[in-house]
């Protein structure tokens, strides 16, 4: 839904860090919605959200309910987009990157790059700028394409940026996934 709608990206340029949490600073969830669009599996209020099925308090202005959003995982939820001094340039904002990133999440005793798909696969230049990124800082990146079946998400797909060993080590957990979902959970 959004990759046909986003902002093409452009190439990043340096920025002080005093810039860079200056921006940060100013940024806010919304106009994005993508963590509401059902693009990471939650349960609102009772109502599961996940792929293909929005949060239904999502509407066009954003979230019917924001002022009285829960806790969990609506406001304890914060994509790096949104960390005060994101070193994620404006542009890479979810909606408008196709990704929902996270730059130091814990996974198999490592802390990895993470990064969701807005939609069913993150873009190209998103991905090439988050590769880049994960080179230049030595970081994995785990990023996913989502799995269509019968014209309906059902599923997520896993795959490594890093080392031969890194994805050797993602490539061997994958094959051993039947079905794989990212749940929205607080940093």
Same mark, same amino acid.
């Given at each position: 839904?959004?990759?046909?709608?986003?902002?093409?990206?452009?190439?990043p340029?340096?920025?002080?860090?005093?810039?860079?949490?200056?921006?940060?600073?100013?940024?806010?969830?919304?106009?994005?919605?993508?963590?509401?669009?059902? *693009?990471?599996?939650?349960?609102?209020?009772?109502?599961? %959200?996940?792929?293909?099925?929005?949060?239904?308090?999502?509407?066009s202005?954003?979230?019917? @309910?924001?002022?009285?959003?829960?806790?969990?995982?609506?406001?304890?939820f @914060?994509?790096? *987009?949104?960390?005060?001094?994101?070193?994620?340039?404006?542009?890479?904002?979810?909606?408008?990157?196709?990704?929902?990133? *996270?730059?130091?999440?814990?996974?198999?005793?490592?802390?990895?790059?993470?990064?969701n798909? %807005?939609?069913?696969? @993150?873009?190209?230049?998103?991905?090439? *700028?988050?590769?880049?990124?994960?080179?230049?800082?030595?970081?994995?990146? @785990?990023?996913?394409?989502?799995?269509?079946?019968d014209?309906?998400?059902s599923?997520?797909?896993?795959?490594?940026?890093?080392?031969?060993?890194?994805?050797?080590?993602?490539?061997?957990?994958?094959?051993?996934?039947?079905?794989?979902?990212?749940?929205?959970?607080?940093?």
């Amino acid at each position: 839904m959004f990759a046909d709608t986003m902002m093409s990206p452009e190439q990043p340029t340096q920025t002080s860090q005093e810039e860079k949490v200056n921006v940060a600073e100013k940024r806010h969830c919304l106009p994005c919605t993508a963590c509401c669009q059902g *693009w990471l599996r939650a349960t609102i209020h009772g109502h599961s %959200v996940g792929a293909g099925k929005a949060c239904p308090y999502s509407c066009s202005t954003g979230c019917a @309910i924001y002022a009285e959003r829960p806790e969990d995982p609506c406001r304890s939820f @914060i994509c790096s *987009w949104l960390v005060e001094g994101s070193p994620l340039p404006e542009w890479m904002r979810p909606d408008q990157s196709g990704a929902i990133v *996270w730059l130091s999440l814990p996974w198999q005793g490592q802390l990895v790059i993470s990064a969701n798909p %807005v939609g069913r696969a @993150i873009p190209a230049p998103t991905l090439e *700028w988050l590769k880049q990124y994960a080179q230049e800082h030595r970081r994995p990146l @785990i990023y996913y394409e989502r799995i269509v079946t019968d014209g309906s998400f059902s599923g997520l797909k896993r795959f490594g940026f890093g080392s031969a060993e890194f994805r050797q080590q993602v490539t061997r957990l994958a094959a051993e996934e039947a079905h794989l979902d990212i749940e929205m959970h607080s940093g």
